[in-house]
């Protein structure tokens, strides 16, 4: 019903995709006065992380997000090591070191105490991995009929000793990197949440800030973002249409792994359109991209390809291209409707 | 059963008094081996807002809270409000001017998009009145049978240009201050939740910023602390275990509302354990102390008064004293148990 549609939150309101992007655009970006501090990256950029300048050209880079994630508990990780690893890879596109953490806990009446203590301990583990301080949060709990189980928002703050890297630094010719195969996360969690057992994928959900520093240290890169809702498929029209460029990318190229195409088409979802919580795509100027993805693999990311480049747009608006095995070319477009519930 | 309450999250959990502390100590605080940022605020001090210092003396100020509140509208405020004014609140009372604030939204399938307008639009006023920046945020959906309603999530940035207000910094001379009646909120949602009409007590959930900044004016503020969830009985007791101090307080000096009095006695619930949404208590030094209390007089804090004083510990561990207005004294406690459910 179209009247339900205007004047209700549906699920596609929260997939990540092209109805997220409407809302929040509609609700709080047009309608907020006060979107930045200084010269800082803010609202309007709806970008991965903000930031707050804070002399001599350095920046404090922040982001927050909110882990809903069922199951709690999945192949290859949990919603705690996915708070923390999300909250890592936020900052870690955007350019910035992560220093410190702040949790804030929302949970249901009667969750097993057990249960708290993984969860915690999941995002302990990664944060003091990478060195990164827990310096705060909150805990509130919800009675049973009002939340089923648990939610975690995290808030990160990194440093950030240059100029951001934003989606809107895309250039004609420049290529498209990603980290290695899409998608394993949001088929694992899509696999768990469908009971398939058969196809065997593990969330790929870990921190890409060794593939960004990698990166930054060969030089030449513009931006760079993690492909989790709505998959690359999201990530790539958020280059093109803020970069007002075109992007092409050719399948042949992309890295997918086996189980995962597979359940992409047992379910009928588009691959690309599927969540990664522990890959990157990497936007670098051409010269650099060999040497970029060459040193990616020598340091453990062994599927690491350019998969497209940038180009000035054909049309009257910048949109992405996919050339497909069999010689076609088809627009890959923002994702819309519900997708992959709850996958983060 | 003692088991249930060991292996279980319980209400009392989340209520914001012993439980809530000893929970957040034992799962969180003891587990984690990085919870500071050089020699800034961190997760030790538990105090209201984490610290990173950025040179010259100055820091940036975060706080990171979940508003869970039921009702969301409510007389004086809303889910909205609560989490603008809780925000800057917390960075208030650690000496902090709030700059920036981030919103991550978790939101039930099926919310009134009307209702969501209102809340974003009522953070919004208060951000504004306050010049405070919008700069990022997050939006999820959860399915109807997994969320009750809507949790706000919100990350509050200050700049500190000196040294922090900490709950450790109260010295035995020093003066309690109250800005105003004590309660309102806590008392305004718990007649909202029973449905009791008759009495009549509106929510004071607005900033304190302007008292705390009166305060720091004039001189002589040692601590600050916005009594929320616990109310001033679980306040006083931070004072009073992280400082090392005893607190006595004098029950003819709390300034209370005749309705929030009345619907105490009618629940049972200790006015001292009801929360406040909009007033602070302040340490000052004692001879600074009637100044302060006459400032916020004549700049709207009307009920502003002194309440008691910090003293040299008389037994072998710090306490809170309240001396009642029949001559007794009776020791005010950390609150225990439940409360009154989801205030904030």
């Given at each position: 019903?179209?009247?339900?549609?205007?004047?209700?939150?549906?699920?596609?309101?929260?997939?990540?995709?092209?109805?997220?992007?409407?809302?929040?655009?509609?609700?709080?970006?047009?309608?907020?006065?006060?979107?930045?501090?200084?010269?800082?990256?803010?609202?309007?950029?709806?970008?991965?992380?903000?930031?707050?300048?804070?002399?001599?050209?350095?920046?404090?880079?922040?982001?927050?997000?909110?882990?809903?994630?069922?199951?709690?508990?999945?192949?290859?990780?949990?919603?705690?090591?996915?708070?923390?690893?999300?909250?890592?890879?936020?900052?870690?596109?955007?350019?910035?070191?992560?220093?410190?953490?702040?949790?804030?806990i929302v949970v249901e009446e009667g969750f097993?105490?057990?249960?708290?203590?993984?969860?915690?301990?999941?995002?302990?583990?990664?944060?003091?991995?990478?060195?990164?301080?827990?310096?705060?949060?909150?805990?509130?709990?919800?009675?049973?009929?009002?939340?089923?189980?648990?939610?975690?928002?995290?808030?990160?703050?990194?440093?950030?000793?240059?100029?951001?890297?934003?989606?809107?630094m895309v250039k004609p010719g420049d290529k498209?990197?990603?980290?290695?195969?899409?998608?394993?996360?949001?088929?694992?969690?899509?696999?768990?949440?469908?009971?398939?057992?058969?196809?065997?994928?593990?969330?790929?959900?870990?921190?890409?800030?060794?593939?960004?520093?990698?990166?930054?240290?060969?030089g030449g890169i513009k931006a760079a973002k993690?492909?989790?809702?709505?998959?690359?498929?999201?990530?790539?029209?958020?280059?093109?249409?803020?970069?007002?460029?075109?992007?092409?990318?050719?399948?042949?190229?992309?890295?997918?792994?086996?189980?995962?195409?597979?359940?992409?088409?047992?379910?009928?979802?588009?691959?690309?359109?599927?969540?990664?919580?522990?890959?990157?795509?990497?936007?670098?100027?051409?010269?650099?991209?060999?040497?970029?993805?060459?040193?990616?693999?020598?340091?453990?990311?062994?599927?690491?390809?350019?998969?497209?480049?940038?180009?000035?747009?054909?049309?009257?608006?910048?949109?992405?291209?996919?050339?497909?095995?069999?010689?076609?070319?088809?627009?890959?477009?923002?994702?819309?409707?519900?997708?992959?519930?709850?996958?983060?």
């Amino acid at each position: 019903m179209a009247h339900t549609y205007l004047s209700k939150i549906t699920l596609a309101h929260g997939a990540g995709g092209y109805e997220t992007s409407e809302l929040i655009r509609k609700l709080i970006v047009e309608v907020f006065k006060i979107k930045r501090i200084g010269d800082g990256v803010g609202l309007s950029e709806l970008d991965d992380a903000a930031t707050i300048p804070i002399g001599n050209g350095k920046s404090i880079a922040i982001t927050v997000d909110s882990y809903t994630v069922k199951p709690h508990f999945f192949p290859g990780g949990d919603i705690g090591k996915l708070a923390a690893t999300g909250t890592i890879n936020d900052l870690a596109v955007i350019g910035a070191e992560p220093i410190a953490f702040m949790d804030s806990i929302v949970v249901e009446e009667g969750f097993s105490l057990e249960d708290l203590r993984k969860i915690i301990n999941s995002y302990k583990s990664v944060l003091e991995e990478y060195g990164i301080a827990l310096i705060g949060g909150d805990l509130k709990v919800m009675p049973r009929d009002s939340l089923d189980g648990i939610i975690i928002s995290s808030t990160g703050i990194g440093l950030l000793n240059d100029a951001p890297l934003l989606d809107s630094m895309v250039k004609p010719g420049d290529k498209i990197i990603v980290t290695g195969a899409i998608g394993d996360h949001g088929a694992a969690i899509l696999a768990a949440q469908l009971g398939i057992e058969e196809i065997n994928v593990r969330s790929d959900c870990k921190p890409i800030l060794p593939a960004i520093r990698i990166a930054k240290k060969i030089g030449g890169i513009k931006a760079a973002k993690d492909p989790t809702r709505g998959g690359i498929a999201m990530a790539l029209n958020e280059f093109s249409s803020k970069s007002n460029v075109d992007i092409v990318v050719y399948e042949d190229s992309i890295p997918v792994h086996e189980e995962v195409r597979a359940l992409a088409e047992m379910t009928g979802i588009d691959v690309y359109a599927l969540a990664s919580e522990g890959q990157a795509l990497i936007v670098v100027s051409s010269d650099k991209a060999e040497e970029v993805v060459e040193e990616l693999r020598r340091n453990g990311f062994s599927e690491a390809s350019i998969i497209g480049e940038a180009r000035k747009p054909i049309g009257s608006k910048p949109r992405v291209y996919l050339k497909t095995m069999v010689g076609g070319t088809r627009l890959l477009e923002a994702p819309r409707g519900e997708l992959v519930p709850r996958i983060c």
